[in-house]
């Protein structure tokens, strides 16, 4: 399908010239699926973050079903924490209560990964990524795609992604527990102390920040309501701060992605006696 992006209306009146001038103006072609005329492997980033995504999300989900093996010394799992209901010595709350059905499969990780997911999901870097990996809404820029309308996120149900900013709310509190969670890391049961676990919950605390804090969202929050900057130092210095770690927003999002999956297959080795803790104080 070949189509003017301008009405012929507007051109029309100055006489044949215009309309004529108007035609030649931009002409937009409809591709097929997958049509492109783009050269290289313009799949490949797609794919990869497909495989990439998809690798997480099996594993997380298998590790929130497990109830078990998330906790080793002072060590506890991300996914596990904080740990509200549970039976380990993390626990805030005690063990589960009662009034839960005992049929349901419900593990505490299930209390708390909603947050965390919730703000990756409806994060603006990975929006656009899944949307094209997933979705193929595009598959990759100037690639065709395999729908003609779009609706883009002004309805429902993609308008609900603006609950992103109150996500971030909740991150930044997450960012807080998990870094106690680093510092509890160094007491041992026979004293304050270093161990490899120590060093992995901590980078991933740092990736975690680093994410959380290149977040668009606190970018505008900062810039206030209309994003214009009030020319105080403090603000300036912490917008600053954001917009150079929102530059390598992508970066910060996949390794702390990779990292915090990491630290949980870290701990539950541990805890399953196949990896050994080293102490390095
Ligand atoms: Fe990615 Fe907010 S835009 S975390």
């Given at each position: 399908m070949a189509g003017n992006y301008f009405g012929s209306s507007i051109f029309c009146?100055?006489?044949?010239y215009h309309?004529?001038?108007?035609?030649?103006?931009?002409?937009?072609?409809?591709?097929?699926?997958?049509?492109?005329?783009r050269r290289g492997a313009w799949w490949l980033q797609s794919l990869v973050t497909f495989l990439g995504f998809s690798a997480f999300i099996v594993y997380s989900t298998w590790a929130a079903f497990q109830g078990n093996h998330y906790t080793f010394g002072p060590y506890l799992s991300p996914f596990y924490s904080p740990e509200i209901f549970g039976m380990s010595p993390h626990a805030w709350f005690g063990s589960m209560p009662s009034w839960?059905?005992?049929?349901?499969p419900l593990t505490p990780a299930f209390l708390i990964l909603w947050a965390p997911g919730g703000f990756?999901?409806?994060?603006y870097y990975?929006?656009?990524?899944?949307?094209?990996?997933?979705?193929?809404d595009p598959p990759?820029?100037?690639v065709g795609e395999p729908r003609s309308g779009y609706?883009?996120?002004?309805?429902?149900?993609?308008i609900l992604q603006n609950v992103h900013r109150y996500f971030l709310y909740i991150a930044l509190i997450f960012i807080v527990l998990l870094a106690h969670d680093a510092w509890k890391a160094m007491w041992f049961s026979d004293g304050w102390g270093i161990g490899v676990g120590t060093i992995v919950m901590t980078i991933n605390v740092i990736l975690l920040s680093g994410y959380t804090l290149g977040c668009?969202?606190?970018r505008h929050l900062i810039g206030g309501a209309r994003n214009v900057l009030s020319g105080r130092p403090v603000q300036k210095k912490a917008y600053d701060c954001v917009s150079g770690l929102n530059k390598r927003h992508m970066m910060f999002a996949w390794f702390s992605l990779f990292w915090v999956g990491f630290t949980d297959f870290y701990i539950r080795m541990c805890s399953m006696g196949i990896f050994t803790d080293y102490r390095i104080f």
């Open positions: 009146e100055g006489g044949a309309s004529k001038m108007a035609s030649n103006l931009v002409s937009i072609t409809r591709r097929g699926f997958g049509e492109t005329t839960i059905p005992s049929w349901l990756r999901f409806t994060c990975y929006r656009g990524a899944y949307y094209k990996a997933f979705w193929a990759a820029c100037a609706r883009g996120e002004n309805w429902f149900p993609l668009h969202s606190l």
